[in-house]
C-alpha cells in the first residue's frame, strides 16, 4: 500500500469481483484543517494588504490636492504683506488664509518654521548663503518659501538664505 492510495483493492477487486472498499487515512480530516486554516490565513493577509494599499492610494491623493492647494496660501499671504489701502480686502484676505491653514490642520498638514533655526538639508532647501556675524553659523536668516510637512513627511522644503560666517563680505560662492 502507497500512502498517496485511497484505496486498496482486494485480490476479488482487481478481478473484477466487487467494488472498491476506500481506506481513510488516518491523517485526512487535519490534513482538510490545516489547508482551511492556510486559505483562512491566506484571505486575512490579502484582505490586510487590500486595506494598505486602500490607505496608500488614499494619501497619495490626498497629498497631491493639498500640494496644489499650496500655491493659494502663498499668494495669499504676498497679498497680506503688500502694501494696501482697501482693508476690507485685506480683512478677506486674512479670513480666506485662516482657513486655508485651518483646513491643513484638520489634516495633520503643518507649515515650518525655520527662521532662526540651524538647517536641515531634509526640510529646507538653500537658495543662497548671506553672511551675519550676529548669527550662529548655519541657522536659517530668511524664509523666501515655508516648507510644509505631514507627520515626518516632506511635502514641500522650506527654501531659505543661510548663514555662512566664513563667507567675505561682497564675495558670492558658486552653487
Known amino acids: 500500500m502507497t500512502p ?16 472498491p472498499t476506500a481506506v481513510e487515512k488516518p491523517d485526512e480530516p487535519a490534513a482538510l484543517k490545516e489547508r482551511y486554516l492556510r486559505l483562512a490565513a491566506d484571505f486575512d493577509n490579502f484582505r490586510r ?9 488614499a494619501a497619495a491623493q490626498k497629498e497631491a490636492f493639498i500640494s496644489e492647494l499650496l500655491p493659494v ?15 476690507q480686502l ?7 488664509l485662516q482657513q486655508l491653514q485651518q483646513l491643513l490642520r484638520k489634516h495633520s498638514i503643518e507649515a515650518d518654521d525655520a527662521l532662526g533655526q540651524p538647517f536641515d538639508p531634509h ?35 522650506a527654501k531659505v538664505i543661510v548663514n555662512d560666517r566664513d563667507r567675505a563680505e561682497g564675495h558670492r560662492h558658486a552653487g
Open 4 to 19: 498517496e492510495s485511497e484505496y486498496v483493492p482486494s485480490a476479488a477487486q482487481a478481478t473484477g469481483g466487487s467494488k
Open 49 to 57: 494588504r487590500t486595506a494598505r494599499e486602500t490607505d496608500r492610494r
Open 73 to 87: 496660501i502663498d499668494n495669499l499671504e504676498r497679498a497680506l504683506n503688500a502694501e494696501s489701502s482697501h482693508d
Open 90 to 96: 485685506r480683512e478677506g484676505l486674512q479670513i480666506t
Open 123 to 157: 526640510r529646507q532647501e538653500a537658495l543662497a548663503a548671506r553672511r551675519d556675524p550676529s548669527q550662529p553659523d548655519g541657522v536659517v536668516l530668511e524664509v523666501f518659501q515655508r516648507g510644509y510637512r505631514h507627520g515626518n513627511q516632506v511635502l514641500r522644503p
